[in-house]
Each structure stands twice: as structure tokens, then as C-alpha cells.
């Protein structure tokens, strides 16, 4: 059973940083790409950031480019999103997340997850 398990979320004032993390079990973990989502209440659950399997691929919506990072730590099962300069418009929920198929580049499209963390709130005061 693939489990997701976030942390790292809260309160900060704009132009602050957070780094968020997500520890995964039940599957090997070095073999699937990851992904960051966020999602406000009432709006569709959008993408983030992605990173591919091996790490070498990383991919960001635009409104983040530049100020988040999406990292990956195979040996710990961990993947990281460092958000920089956050702004207001960042206030959502993060949910971590893992690709279906092994060996993945790291889509934008949530369609192709199939694991989903519990989420964190992640609140950017202005």
C-alpha cells in the first residue's frame, strides 16, 4: 500500500519561504516521478512542480518558475518543494504526489498520479 505523507506547511508572511516534504512507503520509490499540486477551495486541483524519476528533470507551472525548487531524495524517500518569495496568491492546500507508471518524466496532469497525500495548508499573510 503506497502511502504519501506530507509535512512542512503553515503561516508565513509574504515574501517569506517554506519547504515543504513527503515521505513515501510501499513502493520503490526511486523508480516514480513526483509532483506538487495545490488546490483553493471551489478551483480544481492545480499543478506545481514535477520532478522525474532519477531527479535529472524538474518542471514548474509559471506562476512558481523561479521561486519554488522540487528536489528529491532517493535514499530517504523523500521529495521537497522549497518555495521562496511566497506570495498571497500561494495560500493553498499542497498535496504531494506520485506518478502511476514507473520511470515517468513527471507530468503537469494529475490525471496520471495515482497517489495522493493528505495534503498541507500552506497560508502566505500579505
Known amino acids: 500500500q503506497v502511502q504519501l505523507v506530507e509535512s512542512g506547511g503553515g503561516l508565513v508572511q509574504a515574501g517569506g519561504s517554506l519547504r515543504l516534504s513527503c515521505t513515501a512507503s510501499g513502493r520503490t520509490f526511486s523508480r516514480y516521478a513526483m509532483g506538487w499540486f495545490r488546490q483553493t477551495p471551489g478551483k480544481e486541483r492545480d499543478f506545481a512542480a514535477s520532478i522525474d524519476w532519477s531527479g535529472d528533470r524538474t518542471y514548474y507551472a509559471d506562476s512558481v518558475k523561479g521561486r519554488f525548487t522540487i528536489s528529491r531524495d532517493n535514499a530517504n524517500n523523500t521529495v521537497y518543494l522549497q518555495m521562496n518569495s511566497l506570495k498571497p496568491e500561494d495560500t493553498a492546500v499542497y498535496y504531494c504526489a506520485g506518478e502511476r507508471g514507473a520511470y515517468g518524466l513527471g507530468s503537469s496532469s494529475r ?16
Open 111 to 126: 490525471y496520471l498520479y495515482g497517489y495522493w497525500g493528505q495534503g498541507t495548508q500552506v497560508t502566505v499573510s500579505s
